[in-house]
């Protein structure tokens, strides 16, 4: 017998519903990483598409072990909290390296670093 049987069909239906969610935007996202064309505009696809879709996954998690202890469970909130706070600083660091990699190369299609006095 599985913990999963143990599982209410409302709950069942519940977590189904969080789980294809989560399912069908990281696909977006990743669909988005294959798709658009350069690399500026494929960091947006991943970091966006696949951080919603981890928030659902982790909603019908919190919402399964929730109701089968009876009892609210939030451990995956930490789980959310770390991709939070890691995805927008991965984001800014790849975006900076690869900005700086193509005005070192002298690439058109970056726009020149505005000097401040």
């Known amino acids: 017998m599985s913990h999963l049987d143990a599982l209410p069909p409302w709950a069942a239906i519940l977590v189904a519903v969080f789980v294809i969610l989560g399912a069908l935007f990281a696909f977006v996202g990743s669909l988005g990483l294959l798709r658009l064309k350069n690399f500026y505009q494929r960091v947006h696809a ?9 928030f659902f996954m982790l909603a019908g998690s919190i919402t399964c072990f929730s109701v089968l202890h009876g009892r609210p469970i939030f451990y995956e909130i930490l789980i959310g909290v770390f991709l939070t706070l890691t995805t927008p600083i991965t984001l800014m660091l790849l975006v900076r390296a690869a900005l700086y990699r193509d005005r070192e190369e002298g690439s ?5 670093a505005q000097l401040h006095e």
């Open 108 to 112: 058109a299609d970056v726009p020149q």
């Open 46 to 54: 991943p970091t966006l598409g696949t951080t919603l879709g981890t």
